[in-house]
């Protein structure tokens, strides 16, 4: 697609269910990041992708969160057992290249996540 | 561990009028990049403009400036001629420039803009 494209926009749910937070990054992107935005703060960090792989998962806040991408595509971020705490916007971002210096990341319009 | 720090919640100006939105950083490393991000509603973080550690020149975005300084650890955002678009979160944020470390940003907590007309 043209950009980078998630989904859901919003959900809701009640705590201690799972939930699956979807992002399609921007065609030949080969890296994809997630940050999770709390109400009115900066972003934070959860995980990168190079392909399929993660080189760098040091931001999952707990083991309750875990990500995935298949075919150097798609990514999925599933939180267990969601917690109130959880709730934030979800943003995803790709870029053409996690080697290359260009820096630049294209953004998703994130999933907003509730937590009842 | 690098952190990025913007001092300012909120900052208002006046439509057409100049802006300066403030962002310090804290590093031990000499290269990597600097970069400003508006989010407007839609949530959608959009690229404003970007730095390179190394340049000394001040990069430049049609209405959009930055003052880099280096041995202050200090980068700002200067916004001309202000419009009711650019009403919006900015966030400063900072990425190593290592070879194959991914292109991950690290940001600050964010600067609310109003613009009134």
């Known amino acids: 697609g043209a950009g980078v494209s998630q989904s859901p926009s919003n959900k809701v749910t009640e705590k201690g269910k799972d939930v699956e937070l979807r992002c399609d990054p921007i065609s030949g992107h080969t890296a994809l990041y997630w940050y999770r935005q709390s109400l009115g703060q900066g972003l934070e960090f959860l995980i990168y992708?190079?392909?399929?792989?993660?080189?760098?998962k040091s931001g999952l806040p707990s083991d309750r969160f875990s990500a995935e991408r298949t075919g150097g595509s798609v990514s999925t971020l599933t939180i267990q057992r969601t917690q109130q705490e959880d709730s934030a916007v979800y943003l995803c971002?790709?870029?053409?290249?996690?080697?290359?210096?260009?820096?630049?990341?294209?953004f998703g319009e994130g999933s907003r996540l509730t937590v009842l | 561990a690098q952190t990025v720090t913007q001092s300012q919640p909120e900052m208002s100006v006046q439509e057409a009028e100049t802006v300066t939105l403030s962002c310090t950083y804290d590093t031990s490393e000499s290269d990597y990049y600097l970069f400003w991000y508006k989010q407007p509603p839609s949530r959608q973080m959009i690229l404003v403009i970007r730095?390179?550690?190394?340049?000394?020149q001040n990069a430049t975005e049609n209405r959009f400036s930055v003052n880099f300084q280096k041995a202050a650890k200090s980068f700002s955002l200067k916004i001309s001629d202000s419009q009711l678009g650019d009403a919006a979160m900015y966030f400063c944020a900072y990425r190593r420039n290592w070879y194959n470390a991914g292109n991950m940003l690290t940001f600050g907590g964010g600067t609310r803009l109003m613009v009134k007309p």
């Open positions: 730095q390179e550690a190394y340049k000394q």
């Open positions: 992708f190079q392909g399929n792989s993660a080189p760098d």
């Open positions: 971002a790709s870029s053409l290249d996690g080697t290359a210096n260009t820096g630049e990341l294209f």
